[in-house]
């Protein structure tokens, strides 16, 4: 900020120059205002600041102390300017204030400022939210938020199995969508899907520094993809959209196992190969399960995540060489085809209906 736009907590009235120089002079104010010819009690009311020094009193003080009448209007000036400004001041953090709290209302404000997205400046974080939402005004987001619990909720809104914060999940969403924006990819060509999905099951197998990896592989493709932490009660596993005309995936890792990361992922991946340029809708948010409404298309992305991990030929052939001999048969399977044992291992709980069943296999993501 330049100098001439700083702006005083207080403005200082000229008024205590004259005090001053009284001061250091020994002179009584008494006898000053005598000496110009000026009641005591207006010369005191200029020294406290409630009488402003005018041309007429500069010149007066010109020749009474010496010093330049410019001196007296200039610092008069300055502080008419300062006390105006302050008030402007006033007014615009009376407004911030009055447009943080109703923002406080539509906005998960704790996760932003967990994420380093709010940083406790009032205005900066007003503005922030506006570009998270794309809105240019509170009115705007208000109306965001009330269209958004009419088109989505109506994913989860039945189920009694779990809790639904709607401003949190619109929120999650909503950084989302504003965060890949700023990322930068390769052109997107379908074609290239089925090299992408192999390079991705090679990184799901060796699973070593494997958010990189994958970032890094679909940039390559012309996908964008990021990692953000859910919500508190937003019980999501992954978002596909649009973002400037690129396909862009979001995953929450929720549950931090290597079998649901790769699920989800995949899952997302169908999205975009099979709907996001259809025209249907522009995203896709994938719930958790419990939340029992699932959608013929949210269907038709789960059928698709589990035929491509682990193809109906090589899963016919676990059930019928392998799946007796416990982790020994899961591992010797995963190496001859290349599959992380713990995504075997995931879908054999499932489709068994023993999710509680016990294995020493790693589902940590490296």
Request: aromatic share 10%; net charge positive; proline share 3%.
């Amino acid at each position: 900020m330049a100098q001439k736009d700083l702006i005083p907590f207080k403005a200082s009235h000229p008024g205590s120059l004259v005090k001053d120089e009284l001061d250091y002079r020994g002179v009584k104010q008494k006898d000053f205002a005598h000496d110009i010819d000026m009641q005591p009690s207006m010369l005191n009311e200029i020294i406290k600041g409630k009488r402003a020094i005018t041309a007429q009193i500069a010149l007066i003080l010109e020749k009474a102390l010496g010093i330049n009448a410019d001196y007296w209007l200039r610092h008069q000036s300055q502080y008419d300017l300062d006390v105006e400004r302050i008030k402007e001041k006033n007014i615009k953090k009376a407004q911030l204030v009055e447009h943080w709290q109703i923002i406080k209302k539509l906005v998960p404000v704790k996760p932003y400022r967990k994420l380093n997205v709010f940083k406790n400046d009032l205005e900066n974080d007003i503005q922030i939210a506006k570009q998270i939402y794309n809105v240019n005004t509170i009115d705007e987001l208000a109306n965001n938020i009330a269209t958004f619990k009419t088109n989505v909720g109506a994913y989860y809104r039945k189920s009694n199995k779990l809790q639904v914060d709607e401003i949190n999940l619109l929120g999650w969403s909503k950084l989302a969508t504003w965060c890949c924006s700023k990322i930068q990819v390769a052109d997107y060509r379908s074609n290239n899907l089925a090299k992408l999905k192999e390079e991705v099951k090679e990184i799901l197998y060796k699973n070593t520094n494997i958010k990189v990896e994958l970032q890094n592989c679909f940039t390559k493709y012309g996908i964008k993809l990021i990692f953000q932490p859910k919500f508190d009660k937003t019980p999501i596993d992954g978002f596909s959209f649009l973002s400037n005309n690129k396909p862009a995936i979001a995953l929450t890792l929720r549950h931090n196992r290597i079998d649901n990361l790769a699920f989800t992922l995949m899952h997302e991946i169908a999205h975009v190969d099979l709907h996001l340029f259809s025209g249907q809708q522009k995203e896709y948010i994938n719930f958790d399960t419990k939340l029992g409404k699932r959608t013929d298309i949210e269907k038709e992305a789960d059928l698709y995540a589990q035929k491509y991990l682990i193809p109906e030929e090589q899963w016919n052939n676990f059930i019928e060489n392998y799946s007796t001999n416990g982790d020994k048969g899961i591992e010797q399977f995963s190496e001859k085809y290349k599959i992380h044992p713990y995504i075997v291992f995931g879908r054999f709980s499932h489709e068994s209906d023993f999710l509680g069943r016990k294995t020493k296999i790693s589902k940590e993501i490296n």
